[in-house]
């Protein structure tokens, strides 16, 4: 998954503006303790810190 990709469906489901705050805020056991935009820095795949959100919040499958 690309970034630009995770970006819109991070934006779809929180809202553009909450989605940055969320990425930069919240801290996810998912993500071994890191926010999103932590994990992301540290190299993990767009896809996982996505399935990682999607498990956290209850993405609805079909958003997935």
């Known amino acids: 998954m690309r970034l630009t990709v995770f970006w819109e469906r991070m934006s779809e489901h929180f809202g553009t503006e909450y ?9 996810m056991s998912e993500l071994g303790g890191r926010t999103v ?14 399935r990682a959100v999607c498990t956290a919040v209850d993405v609805p499958h079909e958003s997935r």
């Open 19 to 27: 989605a940055d705050t969320f990425a930069r805020d919240h801290v």
């Open 37 to 50: 935009r932590q994990a992301l820095d540290a190299g993990w795949e767009a896809k996982d810190v996505w």
